[in-house]
Every structure is written in structure tokens, then in C-alpha cells.
């Protein structure tokens, strides 16, 4: 039966568009609410309390589509409260959407502790979530606190780790809004993940802070539900509960495939089908004119409008198009038909008839024009003409406020600067190329998601193609405010970094300083990170004891000459594994320097805000906040357990005593327990005192106080020295060296001194001279 709505009949001709407008939204509503209705029957419950269950969802079977859209309404509480069946039955269903999206609540993970800084309580959360997938777009991984690091990880076969460091000494240090370190962290989460438990912990037990902030919080929550604010860091507000957005879809298959089996196919009359981005499956939506539910077996319906006699009347079929558009959609006649409309041409006209298209236009020779026509066509050309230059205006504006504002960004980031220090340098060889943003957006199909390589602390980096079909690495740094020190400094480091040339570094192309923050350009390395060979699914790699120990010392090397051979020495602040990247032929390249620092030649430590990975972070240097070369010893320390042991830096699998490697290490060196934290197959592959000497510098690496520390200088000539006796190993055997002399009489004993074995140091110092070039900056 039509729905009546009377108008009065003095309404004015000027408010009958937005009062059209209210009335076609009052007939969506209308229309939306008699297709749920049509869903509904005393069989199949639509509403659990406030909350809609529209279908493909149900809470009975056979009123859903597929297994995991059934859901549970417990009668129990009042209100109602609708649950996931799946093996967490705690997750809470707040609302479902036809979009493709459902929100629940989650839990928050809590570590606590009193003022004498002992734990009074700690919790860790998992979460399985069945076919829906966490939205990558509405949620963020969070963590709350000024001693926090929260970690979150897949289980149940999804494989990744990730999370994030927050500290601050003072309630008056924090930024309300900010989550980036100070008080507040966060990160984001990768691709279909359906199973995800997340920890947090603290380093100091929150004695420093306990005043203002006794307890570190973990949780992901909808991102544009959470701000971030300073009384969070007393008790998070007594919250409980956040809330999350899960994505939805249906079937297992894309919709060219899912199309070709119609009885099974879900989009019904009226809709269309476009593919899920987070997982398999794809989603229905309502064709153009049409509402309601495209899953429902009815499928979309249409709004109809009618009047007569100042009265609108309405019903569920169609929307006229030709009543409601604003102008018209046609240029002269206008047709309604079903879900949608038809344009045509009077006699003695021809075109489609169509406003955005050809229009109508009198045939050749055709005298029968009327002059209401010829006015018509008048003023449409009149108005395509204004409307044509606003646009050209437009558009005009719009390219030069673009250019303005890139032309601004250039010299906020320092790009004068940096073009004054290539000036100088003019006659000699520059390393340093300036991109522009046309580039860098061309070459990696304007920063598209199927580019990203990485996502980190310290920004996003993509897989880009230049002009010229060289395959580089697009380094996006996040968002920050930068001081006039840090500019000088940043463009310092582009001039130097540009010009390293050492084979085990990753080297750094160019710049480009034209968006708000800049962007470095880094050579490709195809084989992955040392992280992703050595960690792989299962824990088992088939990495040999010959490369590790070739890769360590290609380290090494690159550390040391940073330190050592750079014109000005570069500390690089956050060695580890997944910083290590490795090329076809498996050569170690150090990367990432986004955390890097110069070091002047009169100084030898800087002090600066703590910054580095969990795990790998030098405690001296969190302590005192003290940089040194050492900082990058320690670390690379724990990289070297990390190939003897095949373990992880951090990880809560761990028993408590051994979720930090570092730790565990040192204690198993200290029990004299080498033997069982290491590798199996590093054991099989490695001679004994080989591996006894490699864990002893590795210990040594590891010491708390950085005066004890050996430099990289030392710790590289002595991985090369390791390496080098290895290879000649066969000096040593006897029956090997009689036969040698035998064959090449007194010329060995020359060679060597007429000794049986070779010197230490003539080995790895005689390696060092060569791998170690010193640099010059004017190259």
C-alpha cells in the first residue's frame, strides 16, 4: 500500500527541491525498513534488543548464509547481548553493517605494579576473530604508558610480530592527541589477521613514574574512537572495554568466479558484486536508485514518487529520476523506467539527449525549431560555457596552490641547503640526486598499498620504478615537526650517507624534499631481511653455519667503517636483524638510517632522546641517554645471538627468564649452558672451539658498561680472523701439510716463517686494510 504525505498548498516553488530531498530520504528509510521487514518472520529474528541481525547474519539455523554468520543473542541481561560463535565466545557484537563491517568490544591488557615496584598484576590478551578479519583501516594497535612496550602477535598459523616503545618522565612532557612515543604509541596492522594476542610490559617497573602512572595499557581499538589523553596514564579512565571494527564478506572466491554459479552466487535483484581487500571472498552493494539489503533474497528495491493534488505519494519500486535530479538528467524529454530513466529528442532533433552527454541538436536543414527550444539551447550552452571556465579557473588555482605549497615544503626540508652543498661540490663526483614528487608518486603508482615493502617506527617504505626502469626503495618517514637543527642535520646526513660507497651498506640515491616530510631513496635489495631467513615459519632454516658467520662479519665490516673509515663517523642506532637486508647472492647490506646520527670528530658520545628497537636497545644508553659507538656493539651483539641461537630478540613464548634473548645468553654463558641455547644445526655445522670463540665475542659485546665493549673495528677484524682460519683450516692437519711440503719443498715454510700455522693477527689484520678503505667526502 503507498505511503501518503500531504504538502501544504500555499509551499512555495523555491522549497519544493529541499523538501523533495527530505522526502526521498524519508522514503529510503521507508523502503529500508519494509525490506527488513520482508526479512523478518516468526521464524527468523532480526533484533537481538537494539541491535539489527540483518542477513546474510542469523541467530537460528536457517536464518544464515554460512556457518560463521551465526550468532548468538543471550536473553540473560538486560539489554541483550548479541556474541560471535566462534572459540573466543566472549566477543560482543555492538553493531553489524551492510557495509561490510562489524564492531565488537575488546578486552585491554594491563601490567601493574605498586609503588615498591613489584607486579601486582599482568594479563595477556588473544583474540580469534574466525573468517573476519580486523579492519586494517579503522583499528591501530595502541599502547598506554611512560615505561611501556607492548608487542602484539599472530598465532594459529599467522606468523608476524610487531609493537611499539612509549616512555616519558613527566605528566607535564605529555601531548594530549599524540601517540607517537611520549606516553602513547601505536602501530598498525597488517593484512587479513583473524587470530592476534597482544602483551605489554615494563622496563623499569613504573618505579620512576608510579606517581602518575602505576600501570602500562595495550589494546586495539577503533582508531577514530581514541584519543589519546594525559589522565589515561592513571587508570585509562576505568575503561574495560574498546571498541574494534572487523571486516565481513562472503564466499571464499572473487566475483568473476563466484558469477558463474548463480545458485550459489549471494548479491541478488538490483545489486552488484566488487571484491574483498582484506581476505578472500567479495561483498554486494545496491545498485545506483536501489536500497535495501542485496543478500536479502528479494534483493534491492526502488523508490516510486507521485503527485496529485499537492499530495506526494510513494511507494517501494522505483526513484524518478527525472522529478528529483538537480538539473535534469535530461536536455530536453525525460522517460522514468524501472530503476532508472531514458532521455530522448523531440523532432527534428538528434543526440542522446543526455545533459552530460551529446544533448539534443537540431538535425541539418530542419526549420521546425521552436523558440522555446532555440532559448533553451541558449542558455545550456550559455551555462556549459560558465561552467567550463569556472572549471578551467579552478583547476588552474588548484595546480598553482600545489605548486606553492611543494615550492614551501622544498625549503622547510632544507632543499636550498642542500642545493648550496651540491654547488660546492661542483668538479667532483655527487651522489646526491633531488627527486621530485612527480617522480617518486610515478614511480610507486602514487604510493599504492601493493608497494609497500615495510612498515616501522620510523616510517613506511615502498617498491618504486624510476623512469629510467631502475627498481629502488622509497623510504616515507612519518609526520613530524622539524627544528632548523635537525633540517641542517638531516641534509648533513643525505651529503654523507649519499656518498658512502662500501658494499655492505645499502646506498642511499637521493632525496626528495617536495612533500611535507622527506623522502630518501635507497638501492633494491631483492632476497629479503636476515630476520625473514633466519625466524622462519616452524623455527627451522636451513641457513649454514658458513653464511651466518659470513654474514656477521659482513656486518661487521659496514659498522666499522661507518665508525671508523666515514669522513664523519655515523652511528647507526638501530642494528638488528630485520635492518639487515640481503641480495641474491646472500652479501649482508646494512639499511635503514633513519635513526642514524653524525658524530663529530671532537666528540665521542651524544646525548639525545632514547631511541631504538626492544631487545636490542644498549641499557647504558637507555640509562643515561649517552650515545656511543658501543650502542651499536651491543646491538649487534644481539644480532650475533640471534644466528648462533635462531631465537627471537623478544618473545612471550617464552618462560619469563628467557623472553629476552640478550639475558639469556649472558646467564647461559655465565652456567656454562652454550651448548643448549645454541642451533642445532649451527652445532652440527661449527667446530667447537670455533663456536666458543664467536660466542665469547659475542658476550663480550654484550657487557652492560660500553668501556668494556670491543669496537666494531676489533669485533669485525676478529669475526674476518675467525673466517679466515676456517678456510685454512687444513694448515693444521699434518698428514695435509707434509703433502704440501712434499710438492712445493721449502716455498711454504717461506711463505709462512717455516711455521705450521698462521698468525691471528697477520690474518685479519692484513683483511681489515683491505675491506676498509678510508672515505673521503669529496669523492
Known amino acids: 500500500m503507498p505511503r501518503k504525505l500531504t504538502l501544504p498548498m500555499y509551499l512555495p516553488r523555491m522549497l519544493l527541491q529541499p523538501m523533495l530531498a527530505w522526502v526521498l530520504g524519508s522514503a529510503v528509510l521507508a523502503a529500508a525498513a519494509a525490506s527488513a521487514a520482508d526479512e523478518t518472520s516468526s521464524v527468523c529474528s532480526r533484533t537481538c534488543d537494539q541491535i539489527k541481525v540483518p542477513y546474510p547474519f542469523g541467530t537460528k539455523e536457517g536464518c544464515y548464509m554460512e556457518e560463521h554468520f551465526h550468532v548468538t543473542c543471550d536473553h540473560s541481561t538486560d539489554p541483550h547481548k548479541l556474541y560471535l560463535n566462534t572459540s573466543d565466545a566472549n566477543i560482543e557484537i555492538r553493531d553489524i553493517l551492510l557495509s561490510g563491517e562489524l564492531h565488537i568490544s575488546s578486552q585491554i591488557a594491563r601490567d601493574c605494579y605498586n609503588k615498591q615496584g613489584v607486579q601486582v598484576f599482568n594479563n595477556q590478551i588473544s583474540v580469534r576473530s574466525g573468517k573476519f578479519p580486523i579492519s586494517i583501516t579503522r583499528n591501530k594497535f595502541i599502547a598506554i604508558g611512560c615505561d611501556t612496550y607492548g608487542v602484539i602477535e599472530g598465532f594459529d598459523g599467522q606468523n608476524y610480530s610487531t609493537g611499539c616503545w612509549s616512555q616519558c618522565d613527566n605528566i607535564n612532557k605529555v601531548i594530549n592527541g599524540s601517540c607517537s612515543g611520549i606516553g602513547c604509541c601505536e602501530k598498525s596492522i597488517p593484512k587479513g589477521v583473524t587470530s592476534f594476542k597482544f602483551n605489554v610490559s615494563s622496563h623499569d617497573k613504573h618505579t620512576r613514574v608510579w606517581e602518575f602512572n602505576p600501570c602500562s595499557y595495550a589494546f586495539v581499538a577503533?582508531?577514530?574512537?581514541?584519543?589519546?589523553?594525559?589522565?589515561?596514564?592513571?587508570?585509562?579512565?576505568?575503561?574495560?572495554?574498546?571498541?574494534?571494527?572487523?571486516?565481513?564478506?562472503?564466499?571464499?572466491?572473487?566475483?568473476?568466479?563466484?558469477?558463474?554459479?548463480?545458485?550459489?552466487?549471494?548479491?541478488?535483484?538490483?545489486?552488484?558484486?566488487?571484491?574483498?581487500?582484506?581476505?578472500?571472498?567479495?561483498?554486494?552493494?545496491?545498485?545506483?536508485?536501489?536500497?535495501?539489503?542485496?543478500?536479502?533474497?528479494?534483493?534491492?528495491?526502488?523508490?516510486?514518487?507521485?503527485?496529485?493534488?499537492?499530495?506526494?505519494?510513494?511507494?517501494?519500486?522505483?526513484?524518478?529520476?527525472?522529478?528529483?535530479?538537480?538539473?535534469?538528467?535530461?536536455?530536453?524529454?525525460?522517460?522514468?523506467?524501472?530503476?532508472?530513466?531514458?532521455?530522448?529528442?523531440?523532432?527534428?532533433?538528434e543526440g542522446d539527449g543526455r545533459t552530460d552527454g551529446s544533448g539534443c541538436s537540431p538535425i541539418p536543414n530542419s526549420n521546425n525549431i521552436p523558440p522555446l527550444i532555440k532559448i533553451a539551447l541558449g542558455i545550456s550552452i550559455g551555462v556549459s560555457v560558465l561552467l567550463l571556465g569556472g572549471s578551467w579557473l579552478y583547476c588552474g588555482f588548484r595546480q598553482r596552490n600545489i605548486i606553492n605549497l611543494r615550492e614551501k615544503f622544498f625549503q622547510q626540508n632544507g632543499g636550498i641547503m642542500l642545493q648550496q652543498q651540491l654547488s660546492m661540490r661542483e668538479g667532483s663526483v655527487q651522489y646526491a640526486k633531488i627527486f621530485t614528487a612527480e617522480d617518486l608518486e610515478k614511480a610507486t603508482n602514487n604510493y599504492h598499498e601493493s608497494r609497500i615493502l615495510g612498515q616501522g617506527g620510523q616510517g613506511t617504505v615502498y617498491k618504486g620504478v624510476l623512469a629510467d626502469t631502475t627498481v629502488v626503495a622509497i623510504k616515507k618517514a612519518k609526520v613530524a615537526e622539524q627544528s632548523q637543527s635537525q633540517i641542517e642535520q638531516f641534509i648533513n646526513e643525505v651529503i654523507i650517507l649519499s656518498q658512502v660507497n662500501h658494499r655492505n651498506?645499502?646506498?642511499?640515491?637521493?632525496?626528495?624534499?617536495?612533500?611535507?616530510?622527506?623522502?630518501?631513496?635507497?638501492?633494491?635489495?631483492?632476497?629479503?631481511?636476515?630476520?625473514?631467513?633466519?625466524?622462519?615459519?616452524?623455527?627451522?632454516?636451513?641457513?649454514?653455519?658458513?653464511?651466518?658467520?659470513?654474514?656477521?662479519?659482513?656486518?661487521?665490516?659496514?659498522?666499522?667503517?661507518?665508525?671508523?673509515?666515514?669522513?664523519?663517523?655515523?652511528?647507526?642506532?638501530?642494528?638488528?636483524?630485520?635492518?639487515?637486508?640481503?641480495?641474491?647472492?646472500?652479501?649482508?647490506?646494512?639499511?635503514?638510517?633513519?635513526?642514524?646520527r653524525l658524530i663529530p670528530m671532537d666528540q665521542t658520545q651524544l646525548t639525545t632522546l632514547v631511541q631504538g628497537t626492544l631487545g636490542y636497545l644498549d641499557p647504558e644508553y637507555f640509562q643515561t641517554s649517552q650515545l656511543t659507538e658501543r650502542s651499536d656493539v651491543y646491538s649487534f651483539g644481539v644480532v650475533l645471538v640471534e644466528l648462533l641461537t635462531s631465537k627471537k630478540a623478544i618473545s612471550f613464548d617464552r618462560p619469563e627468564a628467557e623472553r629476552n634473548l640478550a639475558m639469556y645468553f649472558i646467564s647461559a654463558m655465565k652456567e656454562d649452558c652454550l651448548f643448549e641455547i645454541v642451533d642445532e644445526q649451527v652445532i652440527n655445522d661449527a667446530k667447537a672451539d670455533q663456536l666458543k670463540e664467536v660466542a665469547s665475542l659475542t658476550n663480550r659485546c654484550l657487557r652492560v658498561k660500553g668501556d668494556e665493549r670491543p669496537t666494531m673495528k676489533e669485533v669485525a677484524m676478529e669475526l674476518e680472523g675467525l673466517r679466515m682460519m676456517e678456510k685454512n683450516s687444513w694448515l693444521n692437519d699434518k698428514k695435509n701439510l707434509e703433502e704440501t711440503q712434499y710438492l712445493l719443498g721449502d716455498q711454504l715454510s717461506n711463505a709462512y716463517g717455516g711455521g705450521t700455522s698462521m698468525s691471528n693477527s697477520t690474518a685479519y689484520d692484513s683483511i681489515a686494510n683491505n675491506a676498509m678503505t678510508p672515505f673521503h667526502s669529496g669523492r
Request: net charge negative.
Open 222 to 349: 577503533e582508531e577514530t574512537n581514541y584519543a589519546f589523553s594525559s589522565v589515561d596514564l592513571a587508570s585509562l579512565q576505568n575503561r574495560s572495554m574498546v571498541p574494534v571494527v572487523l571486516d565481513w564478506a562472503v564466499g571464499n572466491q572473487r566475483c568473476n568466479e563466484a558469477k558463474k554459479n548463480l545458485t550459489s552466487f549471494a548479491c541478488k535483484a538490483n545489486s552488484h558484486c566488487y571484491d574483498f581487500d582484506n581476505g578472500p571472498g567479495y561483498r554486494c552493494n545496491c545498485s545506483q536508485g536501489y536500497e535495501g539489503n542485496p543478500y536479502s533474497p528479494n534483493g534491492c528495491s526502488a523508490i516510486e514518487f507521485h503527485i496529485k493534488d499537492q499530495t506526494w505519494w510513494f511507494s517501494v519500486s522505483d526513484i524518478d529520476e527525472c522529478v528529483i535530479s538537480s538539473p535534469s538528467p535530461c536536455n530536453i524529454t525525460c522517460q522514468n523506467l524501472p530503476g532508472t530513466y531514458n532521455c530522448s529528442c523531440p523532432e527534428g532533433y
Open 505 to 596: 651498506v645499502v646506498k642511499l640515491l637521493g632525496c626528495c624534499l617536495e612533500t611535507q616530510v622527506p623522502l630518501l631513496v635507497y638501492e633494491f635489495i631483492t632476497n629479503g631481511t636476515l630476520y625473514d631467513h633466519i625466524h622462519t615459519v616452524g623455527g627451522t632454516t636451513s641457513m649454514s653455519w658458513e653464511n651466518r658467520l659470513r654474514i656477521a662479519t659482513e656486518t661487521a665490516a659496514a659498522l666499522s667503517y661507518l665508525h671508523s673509515a666515514a669522513s664523519t663517523p655515523i652511528i647507526h642506532r638501530d642494528v638488528k636483524s630485520t635492518n639487515i637486508l640481503l641480495d641474491d647472492n646472500y652479501v649482508a647490506k646494512v639499511s635503514d638510517f633513519g635513526s642514524s
